[in-house]
């Protein structure tokens, strides 16, 4: 047996050494607990860019202010540098390092586009979320998952471009860009932009970023002999500055020119050297993005300028630039992710299945934390970033306000910003407050050359050609205009006018236009050319202009711009004065067209035989055989036409039916004698043909102008092709329309409203105008399209119009309208009475004579509901109701004889008038007695339109129904 006390000491021991090792494991754990789990962040840049070394120097700046603001916080994130060498393939190399050896949770960078492409594909292999300051448009956020976008895309400052071009009205841009991802990502964009205000690129130039001084000199060269004069330039600084120092050797940094300079360039002019700023960028406008000022800006700059030269002594001073802002509040915003994603330690990537010959793409392994801080970051926000509102939605970083700058002297100026909701403004809203009208405008801009003038966006290049201006050379119509050519120094001029107008306008414009006519010949052939072929000249660059009496059509706008018109517009006929028709024997048809006339004879027939219908089983008089029942029909329903008919009706309906076809005769009668008086009586031109559709039937010929787009007018209102024939001059017309389409002429003239005019001056009392005039736009000045010439031209255009200027030109080409002496132009419609005019009269008869047949047919089927009740077949129903119809109405209210007394011959009384719409029970066809009540003997008295005699006694009316039967 053991000594107790032995066994006591060893059960202490026990638990001493127990209760110690507790309290190691307990230390070990705490000190676990209280380390900080390590998140290990990759960063590629291309540190031999001055970029890269301000961005590398925001974000350690951003991770040093993240730990000293979170000291107590249990993750601590381990940025890890690489040097992409500004190659594709080095910064691939650079991110499977990171993503393979590092095992980094996130990547921010690379810088350029195209590294951006390569490495965002790894990142989505290995689950990492890629945060790149790349700004081509061509990255897609969309398509790419794991792609967070850090900054602006170019794409994203278009619409602040072409608000500039727009708030100085410039019509055509020429855009320089440079030759890689980076330039030709923005240009589908920008061309989109400013297309939508009516904006063309009138050219794309494209630099190569290894051109040599001369090639670009070259290409300034051929920019500067054209017309556009505002440039917007999409390069990076060094490029950018060997650009704008030829530009200035070249004189393209004079007063006229207009440059625009886009986001990078403007946000990284501290880059460039301020010698080329000084002296070949002054006046330029730049656009960036607005970052607002605050005194953590302010404290952060003085901070980063320090860290600047600790970290890079032997370089030059550079300045903090937005895409330095935009790295802060990316790693901010990334290390915020981090910790809402969790405080426990942050697992390594779930390496690949293990296998032989592993690339290093295969070997890469899949970040669990990856999706979480790519969910985290996709839609984040801080309201108080450095750049400012730093917002990213969808892994896209939102757009914000664009400052508008005015290179001058050493830096920029600000002059004005725009937003998407406002547009461009003088001064940013930071309210909702309804903007003042005057902010609507930017500030002063001193352009280049020093000049205070807003450039006109164009100009007449002085070693270009001097505008080339197509003029048509026909053989008749001088007074639009007439071309010469000097037999000696083959010198063109062009009179007219057309010429006049064109001159007239062009000297009225603020600059030189310089310009030669170039004769464009419209010979008088079916194969020759016609004025859209001249249309079509400047559509293939021949012609700069066309100028003549040339017609504004649709068709045409299609390869040109027009001015506004300088004439009236319209197509309508002549044709010859008619001889006085008051001594044609056939002069009484003409007061009303053919289709009245065939109308009011259907009418007529139709009304009689509506009344005979409802007369004819209640009135003798409609009465008889059926060739004296077809008789009284015509004879009843034209008799109404002189009010001679002298039949009664006992009808109700009958009389409806009449009270309104005699009102609709009467205004008939009344217009038709009207229209005949007018005829028989005044004294007047009248045209041989009233409608242009008259002429087709007719088969006449028609006669237009050579060359003339009337020609398909024309064809489009179904005239044949041979029936047309074509002239020159106003001579011929007058020959055409003399002879007659019998006599090789033709029966009417086709041509616009301003020949016509001119050709009724000279034969006032021969021809006259005809309707309907069809619309047209007049004739204009075509140009090419998007020419900046057209709305200049078109102001002056309309200045020269409203003075005395073209009134003088029109009495020096056209003369006095007034001096041909009882001419008559005006517009002739047809002299003869139309259906359209009287179809609602029309209408109401027909409606009303409708209704009443309608209402007898159902009182007549209703009486002789007992035949239709009956087990018949249809066919014997129908002959049935068809006797009862045309057989006479008994109005006797009692029948005399008895049935026995005559066997073939059973009658049945209805005690019903049409004058009344009760009707009595049906007398049943066998009765024993028939009474006569004394009190109904006779019957009332007819009522019509003519006087009537009295009713006759009941039993006379039956005995002569017998007799006759």
Known sequence: MQNPRCHFLILFIQLVSIISFCHYVMLIRGEDETSPAKVDVGIILDLETVVAKVIHISILLALSDYHAAASRSTIRIVPHLRDSKKDDVEAASAAIYLLKDVQVQAIFGPQLSTQTDFVIDIGYRAKVPIISPATSPSLSVKENPFFIRGALPS??????????????????????YEDSSYGTGIVPHLTDALLEINTLVSYRSVISPSANDDQIFKELYNLNTMQTRVFVVHLQPYLASRLFLKAKESGMMSSGYAWIITDVLTSLLDSVDPSVIESSMQGVLG????????????????????????????????????????????????????????????????KADSREKLTDLDALGTSE????????????????????????????????????????????????FWTEKDGVSYKLKMNVKTAKSNNKQLGTIIWPGESTIVPRGWEIPTSAKKLRVGVPVKGGLEQFIKVEIDSKTRAVTATGFAPDVF??????????????????????????????????????????????????????LEYVDFTLPFSESGISAVVPVRDDERKNAWIFLKPLKSELWITTGAFFVFIGFVVWVLEHRVNKEFRGPKREQIGMIFWFSF???????RERVTSNLTRFVLIVWVFVVLVLTSSYTANLTSMLTVQQLQP?????????????????????????????????????????????????????????????????????????????RKYIMIGPTYKAAGFGFAFPKGSPLVPDVSRQLLKVMEGELMNNIIRKWFGNETECPQKDIMVIASDSLTLDSFKGLFLIAGVSAGSALFVFLLIFLYQNREILATDDSVWQKLSAIAKVFDKEKDNSNSQLEKPEANEGQTATLFVASEASPEILPDIPWQSPEIRISDGLGASPAAEGFSTTEPGSPVHETITRTTEER
Not at 519 to 541: E, G, M, N, R
Not at 639 to 645: D, K, V
Not at 699 to 711: D, L
């Open 688 to 764: 041989t043909i009233t409608d242009l559709y008259d002429l087709i039937k007719k088969g006449e010929y028609v006669g237009y102008q050579e060359g003339s787009f009337v020609k398909d007018v024309l064809k489009r209102m179904k005239f044949d092709s041979s029936k047309l024939r074509s002239y020159s001059t106003l001579e011929e017309y007058n020959d055409a329309l003399s002879r007659g389409s019998k006599n090789g002429g033709v029966g009417a003239i086709v041509d616009e409203l301003p020949y016509l005019r001119l050709f009724l001056n000279k034969y006032c």
């Open 155 to 176: 794409s994203s400052q278009t619409k602040a471009i072409a608000a500039i071009v727009k708030n100085y009205d410039w019509r055509q841009v020429v855009i320089i």
């Open 287 to 350: 656009i960036k993005p607005y970052v607002p000022r605050s005194n953590e800006l302010n404290n952060f700059t003085k901070r980063w300028r320090k860290r600047f030269r600790q970290e890079y002594p032997d370089m030059d001073p550079v300045e903090l630039n937005v895409f330095g802002l935009w790295a802060y509040d990316s790693i901010t915003a990334l290390a915020k992710a981090v910790e809402k994603v969790g405080t426990t330690a942050i697992p390594k990537l779930k």
């Open 639 to 645: 008799s109404t036409l002189i009010f001679a008919h």
């Open 369 to 416: 934390l990856g999706s979480l801080l790519l969910e985290s970051m996709q839609n984040l926000t801080l309201k108080t970033g450095l750049s400012g509102e730093f917002r990213i939605i969808d892994g896209e970083l939102q757009p914000s306000p664009y400052e508008i700058v005015n290179i001058i002297g050493k830096g920029e100026r600000s002059v004005g």
């Open 503 to 556: 001159e007239e306008v062009i000297q009225s414009l603020l600059y030189a236009v310089p310009y030669e006519y170039i004769p464009f010949p419209i010979a008088h052939s079916p194969t020759s050319q016609d004025y859209d072929d001249l249309v079509k000249k400047i559509f293939s660059q021949e012609y700069d202009a066309v100028v003549g009496d040339v017609t504004i059509l649709a068709s045409r």
